[in-house]
């Protein structure tokens, strides 16, 4: 599969955004999907992930009550709404699917990956 992630830009603290991760392939709908940020001079780092059929998600503890993930398997596209940005939100965000459909959050673990997009947060 091969993911494109877009809907990146700059927006002020408080603000919100959502990410678009367009896969291509029919089986999509069989991936899990994550997303992960990497800031400058920074380890790339889990943001969420969700399962293959939208129904079990999971989050790093500083983005819960602001990010919701999701997917719609029909248009092969998985989601990062976020909500109440933080300048500490600024990175580039990626998109990432794994093939055994898996709730995993290990960076290693995923097999494919998109070119990410950049999200920047002013205060």
């Known amino acids: 599969v091969q993911l494109q992630a877009s809907g990146g830009g700059l927006v002020q603290a408080g603000g919100s955004l959502r990410l678009s991760c367009a896969a291509s392939?029919?089986?999509?709908?069989?991936?899990?999907m994550g997303w992960f940020r990497q800031a400058p001079g920074k380890e790339r780092e889990f943001v969420a992930v969700?399962?293959?059929?939208?129904?079990?998600?999971y989050y790093r503890d500083s983005v819960k009550g602001r990010f919701t993930i999701s997917r719609d398997n029909a248009k092969n596209t998985g989601y990062l709404q976020m909500n109440s940005l933080k300048p500490e939100d600024t990175a580039r965000y990626f998109c990432?699917?794994?093939?055994?459909?898996?709730?995993?959050?290990?960076?290693?673990?995923?097999?494919?990956w998109g070119q990410g997009t950049q999200v920047t947060v002013s205060s």
């Open positions: 969700i399962n293959f059929s939208g129904t079990s998600t």
């Open positions: 990432a699917a794994d093939e055994y459909g898996r709730l995993i959050r290990g960076r290693g673990q995923y097999a494919y």
């Open positions: 392939g029919r089986t999509f709908s069989r991936y899990s």
